[in-house]
Structure formats: structure tokens, C-alpha cells
């Protein structure tokens, strides 16, 4: 590993807008977790040139800000100059209100800000993923997206630390050291510190009736267990997308990555290539609102790595989307693809609070002692979770609330799809029978997660996995400095006001296991009882977002309003994919990094094994892809050539 000061002198890639090319193979708008996976990966091949647009600043001058687990608490991102600073539509069954939605604006995106828990989804769900797209008719290419392979992409991000000698001392870690990865740029670890409230999480959860998980991110997630994080217990530092794909690299010159650029439209081809797809011959970014627009030509593929709201935002202003939308908008329709933007989910959440008369690392902080100072109290992150299904939460075979889930469909798709197109209503179709008959009743339905990073006081969130409720994003202004719109109709399904009732009194039922360790409950409070009392609290104040969307440029057939296939090429685009956190099709029972560093893994492996040439296309090939060969050769000559001039 490089020394801090010869790390200053490997390029890592940053560049200013002087040594911008006029072309390049891959361009990847967006370079958050995705999409520093994908350039760092592309670029290996030293053959391939790639330039990376982000639109927020790179980071630089506040690195140890993000580079210290704990700051995610003491001294967060959110809500800065690094956080795109969303808020949701006002919500009407929460009571009006809006929810912030932060994202990361920062090279390595949403992977600087993020709360660092690594939890896989499970087999049954990738499986399912799997199942969805597989009537598209590439099989071979759907059954990238099952566990069998995702599970391998997943870990190749990784590489596992198992927990301390001194971390171990404090509380029962359960890990099976093979469902990890070894080698791999990401760091996969526990803090260097434990808080003891933590320790009798495993017991406490047993005592009500939730069995700890022995080997976590192995195929299950159900049970509770300490999860890993994403920390590099070398240095406990937070190891993130740029932390772990790009600032170790060597010097690459064929990787550009610019900040402070916000792509702003794709131009399109008039005419169809010889598979009747049209084609991105440009990509334009501004670096702010009134600065010129500059156009950089892409020789290969467009790779939107801008998120699930950046990636359909970007698409819809190059005008790729709903055509009512666009029309709304004043965005020329180029490409009428019904599902940009719909079919977003999130998991919702809300926490049980009580005071507590032992330390906790909230306590710690504000000691400012020596040992709040050192490294290892800072490398201090929540970690104690549990997975429950709704067999958990109703104490006993929950078949007529599934039965409930199951008869309302049909009513559900006339009145909670935000879209009029057939197609949108079918993949909502596909999606709700997937929740409402593969995952019920026993994938897990609910996370719980305990904080102890606040001064005398504990809690236990309880996250709703995979929500009924459908929403959309979507755009209703032309300029792409507008913010998206966000409107993920929380609750509009009843199932999920009830699946978040019961997780509530669940958590209580936990923190009654802790015994005198918990001590009076501060929120909701004793006085909120009942089931309606605890519903008008969620709706009212409690529940908000565990900052997960997805689904806004899904992976579902095109018939079914899929945006992106199972090569996650765009529908009716032939040169430009979506890789991000967009493409699940449903909401897991997990937190959304691990699945999208898999996504990332696997669509940097389907780009290097073939990739669309728009020359070829243009020269009227019958083949619109190669293998990248002479033309990315030929290509990387003048691209040196013009570095070196
Ligand atoms: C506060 C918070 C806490 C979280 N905690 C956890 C956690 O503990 N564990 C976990 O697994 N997950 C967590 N997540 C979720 C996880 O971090 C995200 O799911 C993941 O980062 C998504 O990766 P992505 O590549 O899809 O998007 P991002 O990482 O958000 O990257 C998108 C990038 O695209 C850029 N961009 C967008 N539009 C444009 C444009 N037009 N031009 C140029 N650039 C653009 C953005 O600035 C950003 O850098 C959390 C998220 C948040 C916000």
C-alpha cells in the first residue's frame, strides 16, 4: 500500500476539465458506489479509456470526515454541501409529511455517507430476481442475477478481518469466515472497540424468541447476529468505493475521473443501428446551472451509475421515460420507455427509544477523554441486528394476512400504480406476487437495529424489508439542475402499516428481554398501547426512510415495464446500461450496498466480455458488439497520444 505521500502523487484519476478528452470508450455518469466499481475495473485493462462524471466535489478536503467511521454520527455528511439534500413529495398517509432523503454528492456517493452495515440479501430473494427477469429469454443472462452468481460477485468486492481478540472478549460474534470474500478492494470488518450494552443482543433476542444466525450473509438473513462492516480494521478507517477501487491504484492514464460535472442529457441517434436500437453518440455536463455545456464523444457504451434517482433523472432528460411525464416536462420524447422512474420502494423505518443506565459510545464521545479520541473508539459503528419474518411478528403462522395480501392485487393495481401504461401495471403485478408469494411468510419481513451512539439513551429501529407501498420519481421541469420529484407513496398499501405496527411491539418485547439494562421507555412512550395508538404514531412522526430506494430503473421484462434487461442494457438504448442500486426490481431484506457492489462486480465483467462499438455500427456491421479488441487498441493510441500533446 502506497504511503500517504506517494499516494499524492499517483494520479487516482482526478482530473480538471483541461485534460478532458474529446472521446472516450466508456463514459459512467455517476461515480458513487457503482460507479468507481465499474472504472476501476474497466481500466484495468490499460486498453480501455474511461471517463467518470460526478457531479458532487471530490472529497478531498474533508477526508477525515468520512474517513472515520464514527463520524457518520458525530460528524455526518448529511445534510452538508455532500448531500444532494432530497426530500419527498408530502406524503398523505404521513400525515403530510415530507421525508429527507439525503444522498451522497461526493466521489464514492452514497458509500461516503453511508452507515457502513454489510448485510447480503438472501438466496430466496436473489433467486427470485433471478425468476422475474427470466421470461425475457436470455436465460444465461438472467441467471447472473440469482444468488449462485451474485454471491460470487459479491465477495469478489471483499475482503474479510475477522473480529478482535478484544472485540470477541465483549460480545459473541457468529461468522463463517468462507461466505466472505478474501483479496478483494473492499474491507470487510468489525470496529476496534465494543460498547457492552451490545453484548447481551444475541441472548436477549433468544429470550424473545429469535434465534441468532451462526453464519450471516451465507444465503439466510433471518436471526439475529453483529454484522460486519465496511472498515478496514488496518487503519479503522471507512473503506468505501473510492477508499478501496481507485485511491490505491497505480497510476492509470486511461482513467479520467472529473467532478463537479452533473451529466445532463444523453444525445441520442436519430437512426436505429442494424438491431433497430438507437444509440448515445454524446454525452453533455455542466459543471454548475450557467456554465457552457460541453459534449464528450463515446466510442463504446454510456454506463449510468447516477443512482436510483440520478440514473432515471438523467434518462428522462435525454428523453428516454413515460411519454406523459416528458410531455409535462417540455423534454422532446426520444425513447418512450414507461417504467423510467416508477416502481421505487424504500424501507421504511421507526424506533423504540429508552434511557439506559450503563455507558454508551454516545456517552463515550461526550466524555472527550483520551480514549473518545483514539482510533478504535472512532472506529465504533452500530453493528447488532436482526432479521424477523411475519411469522416472528404475529406470533404464529401469519396466513390470513397473507391471504389479505394476496386478494387485495387486484384492487392494489387499479388504484396504487402511479402509471396508466399496461406495462407498468403488469411488472407491479410480477413484483407484488413475488412479495406476496415467495416472501411471505418466511423471508424476513422486518430488520431490527440497536444504536448506542447517543448520550445516555438506547434504541432499537425497527425497517420495514420489503414494503407493499409503490412509489415514482420522475422530473417536471427541462432543466436537469431541477430537482427530481420523489414520491414513493409510503403506506399506500395497508400491509405495511400493519407489518410496521407489529415490528414495533415486537422491539418492545426485545427490550423487555434486556431487563434493567433498558431502562424507562422514552418514545413512543408508555402511553401509546394500543394498535391504533402505535399506527397514528408511525404515521404522524415516527416513520422514515432507512435511506434504501431502489426499483426506479427495475430489471423486469420489457413487457412488464422493465427499464433495463438482464444485461442491464436499457431497453431500445444499445449503448447504454444502468448499474446501480435502480436496477432491483424489489426492495431485500438487507441493507442496499453488498447487492450493488455485486451489481457493479458482475456489470464490469458482462462489459468486458462484450461491449456495443458504435463505430462498427456506424460502418454498418451486422455486429454491434466485439470483444474489446483492436478498435479499443487503436483507440487507446490516440488517446495516449492526445495525453501526451
Ligand atoms: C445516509 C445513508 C445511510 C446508508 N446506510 C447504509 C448502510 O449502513 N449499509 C448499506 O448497505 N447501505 C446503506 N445505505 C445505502 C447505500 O449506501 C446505497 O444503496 C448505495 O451507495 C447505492 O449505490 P449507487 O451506486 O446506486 O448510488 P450512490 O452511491 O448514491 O452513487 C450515485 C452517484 O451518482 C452521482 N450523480 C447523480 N446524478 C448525477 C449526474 N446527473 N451527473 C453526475 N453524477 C451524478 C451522485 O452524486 C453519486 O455520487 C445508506 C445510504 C444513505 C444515504
Same mark, same amino acid.
Given at each position: 500500500t502506497p504511503t500517504p505521500e506517494i499516494q499524492e502523487i499517483y494520479a487516482r484519476g482526478l482530473v480538471g476539465e483541461?485534460?478532458?478528452?474529446?472521446? #472516450?470508450?466508456y463514459i459512467i455518469a455517476g461515480g458513487g458506489l457503482a460507479g468507481l466499481v465499474i472504472a476501476s475495473r474497466l481500466t484495468e485493462d490499460a486498453s480501455t479509456t474511461v471517463l467518470v462524471l460526478e457531479a458532487?466535489?471530490?472529497?478531498d478536503e474533508i477526508a477525515n470526515q468520512i474517513n472515520t467511521p464514527a463520524g457518520t454520527y #458525530?460528524?455526518?455528511? +448529511? =445534510?452538508?454541501?455532500?448531500?444532494?439534500?432530497y426530500v419527498t413529495v408530502p406524503q398523505p398517509n404521513l400525515n403530510n409529511r415530507v421525508v429527507g432523503w439525503p444522498r451522497g454528492? %461526493?466521489?464514492?456517493?452514497s458509500s461516503a455517507m453511508n452507515a457502513m452495515y454489510l448485510v447480503r440479501p438472501s438466496k430466496t430473494e436473489l433467486d427470485a430476481w433471478k425468476d422475474i427477469i427470466?421470461?425475457? =429469454?436470455d436465460s444465461s443472462a438472467a441467471s447472473n442475477w440469482g444468488w449462485d452468481s451474485m454471491y460470487g460477485y459479491m465477495k469478489k468486492a471483499e475482503n474479510f478481518t475477522a473480529p478482535s481478540p478484544t472485540l470477541s472478549s465483549v460480545v459473541n460474534i457468529s461468522y463463517d469466515a468462507s461466505t466472505h470474500g478474501s483479496g478483494g478492494p473492499m474491507q470487510v470488518s468489525y470496529p476496534g472497540i465494543m460498547i457492552?450494552?451490545?453484548?447481551?443482543w444475541t441472548s436477549s433476542l433468544e429470550a424473545a424468541g429469535v434465534a441468532e444466525l451462526? &453464519?450471516?450473509? =451465507? @444465503?439466510v438473513t433471518l436471526g439475529g447476529f453483529i454484522t460486519p462492516s465496511?472498515?478496514?480494521?488496518?487503519?479503522?478507517?471507512r473503506s468505501y468505493s473510492r477508499s478501496a477501487?481507485?485511491?490505491?491504484?497505480?497510476?492509470?492514464?486511461?482513467l479520467h475521473i472529473l467532478p463537479?460535472?452533473? /451529466? /445532463?442529457?444523453l444525445d441520442i441517434s436519430d437512426n436505429q443501428d442494424s438491431a433497430g436500437d438507437l444509440y448515445v453518440r454524446n454525452v453533455e455536463y455542466a459543471t454548475n446551472p450557467t456554465a457552457p455545456r460541453r459534449t464528450i464523444k463515446v466510442n463504446r457504451e454510456v454506463i449510468l451509475s447516477g443512482g436510483p434517482l440520478g440514473s432515471p433523472k438523467i434518462l428522462m432528460h435525454s428523453g428516454v421515460g413515460p411519454r406523459d411525464v416528458l410531455d409535462a416536462a417540455s423534454v422532446p420524447l426520444k425513447l418512450e420507455l414507461p417504467? /423510467?422512474?416508477?416502481n421505487l420502494q424504500d424501507h421504511l423505518t421507526a424506533g423504540v427509544v429508552w434511557s439506559t443506565p450503563l455507558e454508551t459510545a454516545g456517552d463515550i464521545h461526550d466524555s472527550q477523554s483520551d480514549f473518545a479520541k483514539s482510533a478504535e473508539f472512532l472506529s465504533f459503528i452500530n453493528d447488532a441486528v436482526a432479521f424477523v419474518n411475519s411469522t416472528t411478528l404475529f406470533s404464529g403462522p401469519a396466513t390470513a394476512f397473507q391471504t389479505q395480501i394476496i386478494n387485495a392485487l387486484e384492487d392494489s393495481s387499479k388504484t396504487l400504480?402511479?402509471?396508466?401504461s399496461s406495462e407498468v401495471i403488469e411488472g407491479y403485478k410480477a413484483i407484488y406476487n413475488t412479495k406476496a408469494n415467495?416472501?411471505?411468510?418466511?423471508?424476513?419481513?422486518l430488520e431490527l437495529r440497536m444504536s448506542v451512539? !447517543?448520550?445516555g439513551v438506547v434504541s432499537i429501529q425497527s425497517a420495514i424489508q420489503h414494503p407493499m407501498s409503490v412509489g415514482r420519481t420522475y422530473i417536471?421541469?427541462? &432543466?436537469?439542475f431541477d430537482p427530481v420529484i420523489i414520491d414513493p407513496? #409510503?403506506?399506500?398499501?395497508?400491509a405495511d402499516l400493519v407489518t410496521m405496527r407489529q415490528g414495533v411491539k415486537f422491539v418492545r418485547t426485545v427490550g423487555a428481554a434486556y @431487563?434493567?439494562?433498558?431502562?424507562?421507555?422514552?418514545?413512543?412512550?408508555?402511553? %401509546?398501547?394500543?394498535d391504533q395508538q402505535i399506527e397514528e404514531w408511525l404515521v404522524s412522526t415516527a416513520a422514515g426512510t432507512q435511506f434504501h430506494p431502489t =426499483? !426506479?430503473?427495475?430489471?423486469?421484462p420489457k413487457a412488464q415495464g422493465? +427499464? /433495463?434487461n438482464a444485461k442491464l442494457q436499457v431497453y431500445g438504448l444499445g449503448n447504454v446500461r444502468v448499474a446501480d442500486s435502480?436496477?432491483?426490481p424489489f426492495e431485500f431484506a438487507a441493507h442496499l450496498a453488498s447487492a450493488t457492489y455485486g451489481v457493479a462486480e458482475l456489470a464490469s465483467s458482462l462489459i468486458k466480455t462484450n461491449s456495443y462499438d458504435v463505430q462498427l455500427n456506424s460502418a454498418s456491421s451486422?455486429?454491434?458488439?466485439?470483444?474489446? @479488441?483492436l478498435l479499443a487498441l487503436s483507440t487507446a493510441m490516440i488517446f495516449v497520444v492526445q495525453h501526451l500533446l
Open positions: 483541461s485534460d478532458i478528452q474529446k472521446s #472516450y470508450d458532487g466535489k471530490s472529497g #458525530y460528524s455526518s455528511i +448529511v =445534510g452538508t454541501e455532500y448531500d444532494w439534500q454528492k %461526493i466521489l464514492g456517493g427470466a421470461p425475457e =429469454g457492552d450494552i451490545v453484548g447481551n451462526t &453464519n450471516p450473509n =451465507g @444465503g465496511s472498515i478496514n480494521p488496518a487503519n479503522w478507517t477501487y481507485i485511491d490505491p491504484l497505480p497510476e492509470r492514464s486511461n463537479e460535472a452533473t /451529466v /445532463v442529457r417504467g /423510467v422512474g416508477q400504480v402511479s402509471s396508466n415467495k416472501f411471505l411468510p418466511d423471508v424476513a419481513q451512539i !447517543s448520550p417536471n421541469s427541462s &432543466n436537469p407513496q #409510503y403506506f399506500s398499501h395497508f @431487563g434493567a439494562t433498558f431502562g424507562t421507555e422514552i418514545s413512543p412512550g408508555p402511553t %401509546i398501547q394500543t =426499483g !426506479s430503473c427495475a430489471m423486469l422493465g +427499464v /433495463v435502480a436496477v432491483f451486422t455486429s454491434r458488439f466485439t470483444n474489446c @479488441g
